[in-house]
C-alpha cells in the first residue's frame, strides 16, 4: 500500500512539474522541486539499506525492535524498487528538456522584440540610404514590419498642422470644422453636401480652433474663445494694411536666462502686443541657432513650433523696420520700447473680461486646494499664450518626440505588437498592411501611444534654491504613492530632472516604471547655465522641450510652482484638458 501511495506521489508531483507555467522563476522552482525530491528519496532508501543512521551521536533505528527478526527494510533492492530512482532520472531529464524548449522560446522571443525595436529605429533615420542598407542586411523587406504605435507619422501631422494654421482659398479662416483630423478631406457622400450645404461653417458660428482638446469644463475658462481670438488677432487678412501695427521682438538671450524665462518674457510682450492692437513677431531666437534647426528655421521660433502670425505679417514687419519713419510714428515697435516692468509684470489682457476670478481649485499645496492668490490674473494669461505659442510642433519637434518615446517605450510597443504576429515572423510579411479609408481619415488623429496612465514628475533642484524652496526628491515620490491610491493603475513616471542624484534614487523604487531621456546629468552643485553648455546648444534645448511635452501631455503631473518651467507646463495642461487632473506641487510660487 505505502509503495502505490509513493508511486502515485511521484506521478502526481511529476505531472504538476510539466504543467507548471512557463515563468522562469517557476521553470527554477520545478526544477530544484524534483531535485529535492529525488535526492530525499534515493538518500532514505540508502538509509532503509543499513537499518539505521546516526546523527550528532544520536541513533535512530529503522529495522524492527528484536534484530534476531527479518526486516522488511534491509533488502537493498526493495529500497531501490520503491523510489524508483531510475524513472525520477527520466522524469528530470524530461523536465530539464522541456525547461531547455521554454529557454529557447523565449530567447526567441527577445530576439524578435530585439529586431523589431531595431527596425523600427532605422525608419526614424532621415536617410532612405541608410533606411535601405538596413534592410538589406537583416534581409527584410518594407512590407513585412508593421506600424509601430508610439510613433507619429511626423510629414503627415506637419501638413495638416500647417493646414490648419493657414487661411484656405478664398475662405476668411482656416478649415477649422467640427470634423477632427483629415475627416474634412473625406470626398462628400451625402447628397445634402453634393447640394451644396456647407462643410466648413465659418468661426462666427461656434466653430473653434482644432489644438484644444477635451470639455470647456475641462480647461481654463473661455480657453477656446480666446485661442480662437488670438490667432484672429496675430493673422489679419491684410498684413500690407496701413492701419496694421507691428511688436519686433527678440527673445531674451542675457546670461542665465533658461528656456522658461524666455517663454515667460514673450508672454509678456503678446500681452502688451493684444493691449496695444499690434501683431506680435518673434525674431532672433538663440537656442535654434544650431545645425538641427535647417533653413530659414534656424536661429527661429518656428524651429520647433508653427509662427506666431503668418509669413506675410512677418515679411511687412521686418520691411518696416528699415523703415525710421515707421519706427519714429510708432507704426512698429520693439522690445527696447518697453520697460522690464511691462514686460515681467505687466497687465494681463482685459478684452475678455476677469476670467481668472472663477478658476477651479484644482492645485494642491501641502494638503490644501488653492482657491485664491495675489497672481491668479498672470497664471491664466500665461497658460492662454504658451498655448498659443506651441500651439502646432514642427515636423522637427514631432521627430524629436518620436527618438524620444522609441527609446523610453520601443521595447514596449514591441512585446506588444508582435502578440498579434505569427510566430514565424520576421520570416513572412503582415498580413493586410495595407491602409483603409477609417485608417486615413479617422484614426489618423489618434495620439501615440505610451504607456498609460502616466505620470509626469519634474524635480527642480540645484541653483535653484535661490530662487525657491527646494525639496528632495523623497517628497515626490510621496505624493506620487498619494496618486496611486486613488488611481492603483498607476504605475508609470515620466521623470524630468538634470540632476544625476534624482535617476539614482528613482532605482529605489522598484514597484514604479521609470521613464526619462538619456543625457548626461549634473552632478553637484552646477549652475544651471554651465550645465546647459556642457550639453551643447542643441541637446541643452531638444530634451528640456521634449521633457516639457511629455509632461504636457501626461495624465498627472507633480511639480514646483516656483520653477516657471513647472509654471509653464501647469499652464499648458490647463490649456489641453487636464484641469481635472490636478496639480500636486511641492512648493508655491514665490509670487502668490
Given at each position: ?270 500681452a502688451i502686443a493684444i493691449n496695444e492692437k499690434r501683431v506680435l513677431v518673434t525674431n532672433y531666437y538663440n537656442r535654434a541657432d544650431h ?72 492645485t494642491e499645496i501641502n494638503g490644501t486646494l488653492i482657491a485664491y492668490h495675489r497672481k491668479m490674473d498672470r497664471r491664466w494669461w500665461r ?184 509654471f509653464l507646463i501647469d499652464g499648458m495642461r490647463n490649456t489641453g484638458g487636464k484641469v481635472m487632473s490636478g496639480y500636486l506641487s511641492v ?6
Amino acid at each position: 500500500m505505502e509503495a502505490m501511495n509513493q508511486k502515485s506521489l511521484e506521478r502526481v508531483v511529476s505531472q504538476r512539474a510539466l504543467q507548471m507555467g512557463s515563468s522562469f522563476p517557476c521553470q527554477i522552482c520545478v526544477v530544484g522541486f524534483l531535485c529535492g525530491v529525488c535526492l530525499a528519496s534515493l538518500f532514505l532508501a540508502a538509509l532503509t539499506s543499513f537499518g539505521s543512521f546516526e546523527f550528532n551521536g544520536i541513533s535512530f533505528s529503522m529495522g524492527a525492535s528484536s534484530s534476531s527478526s527479518p526486516s522488511p527494510w534491509n533488502s537493498s533492492s526493495d529500497a531501490i524498487n520503491m523510489v524508483k530512482s531510475t524513472d525520477c532520472k527520466l522524469k528530470l531529464k524530461e523536465t530539464e528538456r522541456w525547461f531547455n524548449s521554454q529557454r529557447s522560446t523565449m530567447e526567441t522571443d527577445n530576439e524578435r522584440v530585439s529586431l523589431l525595436h531595431l527596425v523600427w529605429g532605422a525608419l526614424l533615420t532621415e536617410s532612405v540610404h541608410e533606411e535601405r542598407e538596413f534592410f538589406l542586411e537583416f534581409g527584410l523587406n518594407r512590407s513585412s514590419v508593421p506600424n509601430a504605435p508610439h510613433l507619429e507619422n511626423c510629414k503627415l501631422s506637419a501638413y495638416i498642422n500647417m493646414r490648419l494654421d493657414t487661411r484656405a482659398e478664398n475662405e476668411s479662416f482656416p478649415p477649422w470644422t467640427n470634423r477632427k483630423g483629415l475627416l474634412d478631406m473625406y470626398p462628400a457622400s451625402t447628397a445634402k453636401e453634393q447640394l451644396g450645404s456647407p462643410r466648413h461653417r465659418p468661426i462666427s458660428e461656434g466653430v473653434y480652433p482644432p489644438w484644444i482638446t477635451g470639455s470647456d469644463e475641462e480647461n481654463y475658462p473661455l480657453t477656446r474663445k480666446v485661442q480662437r481670438d488670438i490667432w484672429v488677432h496675430q493673422h489679419p487678412p491684410n498684413c500690407w494694411d496701413p492701419n496694421v501695427r507691428f511688436l519686433v521682438a527678440d527673445w531674451e538671450r542675457l546670461p542665465g536666462f533658461g528656456i522658461g524665462a524666455q517663454i515667460a518674457g514673450m508672454c509678456g510682450l503678446l500681452a502688451i502686443a493684444i493691449n496695444e492692437k499690434r501683431v506680435l513677431v518673434t525674431n532672433y531666437y538663440n537656442r535654434a541657432d544650431h545645425d538641427g534647426c535647417k533653413g530659414s528655421s534656424r536661429s527661429s521660433w518656428s524651429c520647433y513650433f508653427l509662427p506666431e502670425t503668418s509669413q506675410e505679417c512677418r515679411d511687412r514687419a521686418f520691411e518696416l523696420m528699415e523703415n525710421k519713419e515707421a519706427l519714429e510714428k510708432g507704426i512698429i515697435t520693439t522690445k527696447d520700447n518697453y520697460s522690464s516692468k511691462q514686460i515681467w509684470a505687466g497687465r494681463a489682457p482685459r478684452v475678455w473680461g476677469d476670467p481668472w476670478s472663477y478658476l477651479q481649485p484644482t492645485t494642491e499645496i501641502n494638503g490644501t486646494l488653492i482657491a485664491y492668490h495675489r497672481k491668479m490674473d498672470r497664471r491664466w494669461w500665461r497658460a492662454q499664450a504658451v498655448r498659443y505659442l506651441m500651439r502646432f510642433l514642427t515636423e522637427y519637434t514631432c521627430g524629436l518626440l518620436n527618438v524620444a518615446h522609441h527609446a523610453a517605450f520601443g521595447k514596449e510597443a514591441a512585446k506588444m505588437v508582435l502578440t498579434g504576429l505569427p510566430r514565424e515572423w520576421p520570416n513572412v510579411e503582415v498580413a493586410n498592411n495595407s491602409r483603409s479609408d477609417i485608417e486615413d481619415f479617422v484614426w489618423s488623429s489618434h495620439r501615440p501611444w505610451i504607456p498609460r496612465p502616466m505620470l509626469s514628475m519634474h524635480v527642480r533642484m540645484g541653483d535653484k534654491a535661490c530662487e525657491m524652496k527646494v525639496v528632495e526628491f523623497e517628497k515626490y515620490m510621496l505624493l506620487a504613492d498619494r496618486i496611486r491610491k486613488h488611481f492603483p493603475h498607476l504605475n508609470s513616471i515620466w521623470l524630468s530632472t538634470e540632476m544625476q542624484e534624482v535617476v539614482d534614487k528613482s532605482k529605489l523604487y522598484p514597484h514604479w516604471n521609470f521613464y526619462y531621456t538619456n543625457v548626461t546629468r549634473q552632478v553637484g552643485n552646477m549652475t544651471m547655465a554651465i550645465y546647459e553648455a556642457s550639453l551643447g546648444r542643441e541637446t541643452g534645448t531638444n530634451y528640456p522641450l521634449v521633457n516639457f511635452l511629455m509632461a504636457t501631455d501626461s495624465d498627472f503631473f507633480i511639480g514646483a510652482l516656483g520653477s516657471t518651467w513647472c509654471f509653464l507646463i501647469d499652464g499648458m495642461r490647463n490649456t489641453g484638458g487636464k484641469v481635472m487632473s490636478g496639480y500636486l506641487s511641492v512648493n508655491k510660487d514665490r509670487f502668490w
